[in-house]
Structures are given as structure tokens and as C-alpha cells.
């Protein structure tokens, strides 16, 4: 009998120690670093990711990954493996910032494709998620307010880049304007995503032609 209850504790332990602190940690390095690579290295971005996906047995974790692979099969122009690895965020967690960024990358998926009517549908699910992060903000962690820094500017580069292709300016650049730079800064790769995007799509009108070129 002892040995039997004894198995169970060792058991206990092992399951315990499989899911330790530490091993979360590696996995959110692995996104961390899969995320860094988004415009760097598209094949480092899939590959953190994957290993990412097989390390973790946390579903906040690996829909995260999923996030970063559904960037990566957009990049490559693999528009319904994207749509699937999207999908598939909503059916692993409920945590609204990895819902939030699924959402807004369903959208750029819409543009793509031309999808108006699904493009506006997901955009009410990014704003809906979005109002609901808001009420828990002061509670997010360091590593959940650098993702949700990502989401949001992704949110307002998105719509300001649908808004432009279908010709209605002044909401395309009302998009962009309302984002605050000084929160993007801390996150490089997005806050050049950002300056580009003030650039090419004609947002500075102040000043001589030479002031908006600079």
C-alpha cells in the first residue's frame, strides 16, 4: 500500500516538475524571440515558433505561436493555412491579447483577399477584445503590455492600410494619428513598421515639400 501511494507522490512531482516555471519561461523566450524576427528572418520567425508550439503546455503559449506562424504563412502568400493556424487561436485560449492580434490579423487576411464585409466583422471582434483588456490593464505583466503595444499599433496600422486601398483617406490617416508613437517606441520593428507607413501613405501634409520628405 505505502508503495503505491509513494508511486502517486513521485508521479505528482514529475508532472510538476514538467510544467515548472522554467520551461514556460523558455517557451515565451521562443516566442519572444519568434516575434523578433517578423521582419528580420521570416524562416527564424517560423522556426522559434515552432519549437515554441511542441515545448509548451500552456494554451496562452501556444496560441502565441500560432500567432507568429499565421504571420509567417501571410508573408509567404499562404493565405488559408494562415486563415487555419487564425481559427485556430480562438479555439486554444481565451486571453484577449492573443484573441486581439488573431483578430487583427484575420483582418489584414480580409485585405488581402478583398474580404470588405469580413474585414469590418473582425474589426468589431479586435475592438470588442480590446475594450475588455482595458478594464484588467493595471494587472497585465511587463511581457503582456509589450504584447498588447503590438496589437494596438498593429490594430491602427491594419485599418489605416485597408482604409487607404479603398480610398478613404481621411480615415486612413485618422488611424494612424491616433496611435500614440511615444507607446510604439519601445518596440523598434513596429514603430519603423509605423514610420513607414506615415510615409507612404501621404499622412504629412505640414510644412515644405522638403520637410515632409525628410
Not at 507522490?9 to 524571440?33: E, F, T
Not at 505583466?141 to 486601398?165: C, H
Request: net charge neutral; charged share 25%; proline share 1%.
Amino acid at each position: 500500500m505505502w508503495l503505491r501511494h509513494a508511486l502517486k507522490l513521485l508521479l505528482s512531482i514529475l508532472i510538476l516538475s514538467a510544467c515548472s516555471p522554467s520551461d514556460r519561461q523558455q517557451v515565451d523566450k521562443l516566442n519572444s524571440l519568434s516575434y523578433a524576427c517578423h521582419y528580420r528572418n521570416i524562416d527564424s520567425t517560423e522556426y522559434y515558433a515552432r519549437e515554441a508550439l511542441h515545448l509548451s503546455d500552456n494554451d496562452d503559449a501556444k496560441a502565441e505561436a500560432m500567432n507568429n506562424l499565421a504571420f509567417v504563412s501571410m508573408v509567404r502568400m499562404k493565405y488559408d493555412c494562415a486563415q487555419r493556424q487564425l481559427d485556430s487561436v480562438s479555439q486554444l485560449t481565451d486571453n484577449q491579447i492573443e484573441l486581439l492580434i488573431a483578430d487583427v490579423q484575420q483582418m489584414r487576411l480580409c485585405q488581402r483577399r478583398s474580404r470588405n464585409r469580413e474585414f469590418y466583422d473582425y474589426r468589431e471582434r479586435a475592438l470588442r477584445a480590446q475594450a475588455r483588456i482595458y478594464e484588467d490593464r493595471a494587472t497585465l505583466s511587463a511581457r503582456q503590455q509589450r504584447r498588447l503595444v503590438y496589437a494596438e499599433s498593429e490594430l491602427a496600422i491594419v485599418t489605416s492600410t485597408y482604409y487607404y486601398y479603398v480610398g478613404l483617406e481621411r480615415q486612413s490617416s485618422e488611424s494612424l494619428l491616433a496611435l500614440n508613437p511615444d507607446a510604439v517606441q519601445s518596440d523598434t520593428a513596429q514603430y519603423l513598421n509605423y514610420l513607414y507607413n506615415i510615409g507612404a501613405g501621404g499622412i504629412l501634409t505640414e510644412g515644405t515639400r522638403k520637410d515632409v520628405c525628410q
